[in-house]
């Protein structure tokens, strides 16, 4: 039984809930446990998307216990770093959409979870940063790269270097989150969010999804060449083929009926 989490379905999504209180917490166990829970809904072809809050209205999570760094122990360390590792790589490599539903305070291991999930909704009343510089630290589980990915050096600068905290509706403005709602909203919209994926095909957002993550990085001929590739293996699939006779039969296609029906 999960200590460090809750885990809920609604429709064809599944919500985490990091659930150490007071502010959630992230330890070697918690990261573990997240980790396992990613890998199972992974195998598990009923849920097509992962939404990631935080338990109570105060944090979302405030990252990592620095009383795991007291004692100035690299072993340990060592350790909690590969746990962040293992769990953010978890995230990432989830199949589907993944939603991070920022409902309070998400400080360095915590933006750190929420920068890896494909959207971040945040409640007005967020606070959002990785201020690990102020106790010697630096942010150690991607954050120096998915944060300026995010939002550019300047900012990544500035929040990193700076230990910046900013709200909400600066973080909706430096690019760094998709979309701000009224406090105790952020699950809601988030889950409405990733519902939406069902009604594509499963196949077709993998396939897109890294497509888009490996942009970046290619040459418009390298992408065109990829993005031919990866449609031609799409076509004559039993999803492709199902799509498009359920389009033209003016029906749903199969992965967006409902499980129950």
């Known amino acids: 039984m999960a200590r460090y989490l809750t885990l ?16 959630n917490l992230l330890t070697t166990d918690s990261l573990n446990e997240l980790t396992a829970t990613l890998q199972a809904l992974n195998a598990d072809d009923a849920v097509r998307s992962v939404v990631i809050t935080g338990a109570g209205d105060a944090f979302f ?23 962040f ?11 589907g959409v993944t939603v991070a539903a920022v409902n309070g305070f998400a400080l360095g291991g915590g933006l750190e979870c929420a ?20 106790v010697g630290l630096i942010p150690a589980a991607g954050g120096t790269k998915t944060l300026a990915d995010k939002v550019g050096v300047s900012w990544a600068k500035r929040i990193i270097l700076g230990g910046e905290v900013v709200s909400a509706e600066q973080a909706l403005k430096i690019g760094l989150i ?7 909203f952020a699950k809601i919209v988030a889950v409405s969010l990733a519902n939406k994926v069902a009604g594509q ?34 076509v004559g699939g039993s999803e492709q083929l199902d799509g498009v006779a359920a389009f033209l039969a003016k029906r749903a296609p199969s992965w967006a009926r409902d499980d129950d029906d």
């Open 8 to 23: 809920e379905r609604l429709g064809k999504s599944a919500i985490i809930t990091l659930s150490n209180l007071p502010a």
């Open 61 to 83: 999570s405030a990252g990592a216990d620095l009383k795991q760094f007291a004692a100035g122990d690299k072993a340990a360390a060592d350790a909690l770093l590969q746990a």
């Open 85 to 95: 590792a293992n769990a953010l790589q978890a995230i990432r490599g989830y199949r």
């Open 115 to 134: 920068l890896v999930c494909d959207y971040i909704i945040a409640e007005r009343g967020a606070k959002l940063g990785l201020p690990e510089a102020k």
């Open 178 to 184: 998709e979309e701000v709602v009224d406090q105790g």
């Open 201 to 234: 095909s499963p196949a077709a957002v993998a396939v897109a999804r890294k497509l888009i993550e490996d942009s970046p990085n290619l040459s418009l001929d390298e992408h065109l060449k990829r993005e031919r590739a990866a449609t031609l293996g799409l």
